[in-house]
């Protein structure tokens, strides 16, 4: 059973930045297409980024264009989301997710997800 682990997540001030990563604890990444979800309070899951395995493909959520930025590190099994000139919306859990395609993370789908991370977006 692959198993996630996020960290990163906490409270920063409104246009700061934080960069969250996800690790496995038993198996490697290879192969496997890494992306990252986000659930505020009383919403729906919200797709925010996925790579693939050789970071050809980068899919990203509209809400989040040009402000996150997904990458992986093959040889240490990581994956991570660069997040900048963060807004309070951005607050929410921050969950990673493996699977063998980008586009099933990207449909909101995956094989395994973590526990989540949250961040707060809050002067």
């Known amino acids: 059973q692959l198993q996630l682990v996020e960290s990163g997540g906490g409270k920063v001030q409104p246009g700061g930045s934080l960069t969250l990563s996800c690790r496995t604890s038993?198996?490697?990444?290879?192969?496997?297409?890494i992306g990252w979800f986000r659930q505020a309070p009383g919403k729906e899951r919200e797709f925010v980024a996925a790579m693939s395995w050789s970071g050809g493909v980068i899919l990203c959520g509209d809400s989040v264009k040009g402000r996150f930025t997904i990458s992986r590190d093959n040889a240490k099994s990581m994956g991570y989301l660069q997040m900048t000139r963060l807004k309070p919306d951005h607050s929410a859990v921050y969950y990673c997710?493996?699977?063998?395609?980008?586009?099933?993370?990207?449909?909101?789908?995956?094989?395994?997800w973590g526990q989540g991370t949250q961040v707060t977006v809050s002067s």
């Open positions: 997710v493996v699977d063998p395609a980008s586009s099933t993370i990207a449909a909101g789908r995956g094989d395994y």
């Open positions: 038993q198996y490697t990444l290879e192969y496997y297409a």
